[in-house]
């Protein structure tokens, strides 16, 4: 499976848009894209999944560019609640890496 | 989303006994499990893969005959954490994917059980 990198820690302010990059220069061609996010001590909460196209749910949209080699998790109004490290994996394996821990100030 | 519920969420043991952690998931059908620790302030390293009905495969350094998995059902998958000791202290977190016949279907995760070996 793909390795990825993120940056350690974002900050946002309280009602604006995070924007979390993910590179993932290696990725397979039918690899997926995942994104998880972990409050302290709690399991991982699913987020967003996609492979190529952009996707949007309820809680985020997910950018991948055409390349495939990296993308990028929006959460449109960042609440206090959002807090959390927001981890992107590729592959079905779900190997984590160190995430990026956003903090959301108000 | 579907839930997973993992028990106990923690669990105390004195040193060289065994602990029995449970992954159930509780609305699909999971034909694959994957078992995690994580310790403080790190990210979650996978311990190994499950899928109903054969053998766990482990994770390059992770012992087999300590950390001994089940995947007997496809709603249960068990941990068993064999003379524990001391540094075996960590957050569990099991998580489940309902493959439905598609490959990249997402997967769920449990709350954690958070052991403590004295």
């Known amino acids: 499976d793909a390795k990825t990198t993120q940056p350690p820690s974002m900050d946002c302010a309280e009602g604006r848009a995070a924007n979390l990059p993910c590179n993932h220069s290696?990725?397979?061609?039918?690899?997926?894209v995942y994104w998880y996010r972990q409050i302290h001590s709690q399991g991982p909460q699913y987020i967003i999944h996609g492979l190529k196209n952009n996707e949007t749910n309820e809680m985020a949209s997910l950018i991948i560019t055409e390349d495939r080699k990296s993308s990028t998790l929006i959460l449109p109004h960042a609440t206090l609640r959002d807090t959390a490290v927001y981890y992107c994996?590729?592959?079905?394996?779900?190997?984590f890496g160190q995430g990026t821990e956003l903090s959301v100030k108000p | 989303g579907a839930v997973v519920s993992q028990h106990p969420s923690w669990v105390i043991c004195k040193s060289g006994t065994s602990v029995k952690i449970e992954c159930r998931s509780l609305?699909?059908?999971?034909?694959?499990m994957f078992w995690y620790r994580q310790f403080p302030k790190q990210s979650l390293m996978l311990m190994a893969t499950s899928n109903e009905g054969s053998k766990a495969t482990y994770e390059q350094g992770v012992e087999k005959d300590k950390f001994l998995i089940n995947h007997a059902s496809l709603t249960l998958s068990t941990l068993t954490v064999t003379s524990a000791h001391p540094e075996d202290s960590s957050f569990y977190i099991c998580s489940a994917r309902d493959q439905g016949g598609l490959a990249n279907t997402e997967a769920f995760f449990g709350q954690g059980t958070r052991l403590t070996v004295v």
């Open positions: 994996i590729v592959g079905r394996k779900l190997i």
């Open positions: 290696t990725i397979s061609g039918n690899e997926y």
């Open positions: 609305d699909f059908q999971a034909t694959t």
